[in-house]
């Protein structure tokens, strides 16, 4: 069964530094999304992403947040300079269609912010 | 603020026992509904989706909408241990200037005990 997968599980870094995260959508889907969900917290969107534009984004998702399909698999969030509080599971997600938008979810990784 | 609000929890059911668990959506031009399992230190897993009020049934699933009443339910027949989780509800109003955002109540954890 196709699934979202998503590189690295597991994301160090110190604060300021630039972090890339990197998902491989299900393959016929044509929407994709992050979500982050802080320690015992609510599951949040951050971005929707449609034909190589962003369609939708959070207040969270400030100048610091990119996200790129660099080729025709790959999908991409950067957070430029890290913060403390951007420490969190970062989720991607895809779906066939916008209307009923059944999303998919990836394992998701895990980024601590030093 | 479109706020999805589930029962606190956490809910505890003897192992055989029905489930139930609650939702409810402040956004009444919400369309789309959906009921995600989250195991600890996992990623959200689709197990149901509806559309229609009224019932819609997968497996020992049985999903509950009533647009009136701006409410979700998921019941889960015959429970077993291993459906001891974190229960997500989600909700997507496609309307307006929405392209795919889900938001996502803050769950309820779900154990059953054998």
């Known amino acids: 069964e196709p699934e979202v997968t998503q590189t690295p599980s597991h994301q160090v870094t110190q604060m300021g530094q630039e972090v890339i995260l990197r998902c491989v959508p299900i393959?016929?889907?044509?929407?994709f999304y992050w979500y982050r969900q802080i320690l015992g917290q609510k599951v949040e969107f951050l971005v929707s992403f449609y034909n190589n534009e962003i369609s939708e984004k959070s207040e969270i998702f400030d100048d610091q947040f990119s996200v790129e399909r660099p080729d025709g698999s790959n999908f991409t969030l950067k957070i430029r300079s890290t913060k403390l509080e951007d420490s969190a599971m970062y989720f991607c997600?895809?779906?066939?269609?916008?209307?009923?938008?059944?999303?998919?979810f990836g394992p998701g990784t895990r980024l601590t912010v030093l | 603020q479109k706020e999805v609000e589930q029962n606190s929890g956490p809910l505890s059911v003897p192992e055989g026992a029905i489930a139930s668990l609650n939702c409810t959506y402040s956004d009444r031009g919400s369309q789309s509904f959906f009921w995600y399992r989250q195991y600890s230190g996992k990623s959200p897993e689709l197990i149901m989706s509806?559309?229609?009020?009224g019932d819609k049934e997968d497996g020992r699933f049985t999903a509950q909408l009533n647009k009136a009443s701006q409410y979700v339910s998921l019941l889960i027949r015959d429970s077993q241990p291993s459906d001891s989780a974190t229960y997500l509800c989600a909700v997507y109003n496609a309307g307006g200037t929405s392209y795919g955002k889900l938001t996502f109540g803050q769950g309820t954890i779900l154990t059953v005990h054998p």
């Open positions: 393959s016929n889907h044509l929407y």
């Open positions: 997600a895809s779906s066939i269609t916008s209307g009923y938008n059944e999303q998919f």
């Open positions: 509806i559309y229609s009020n």
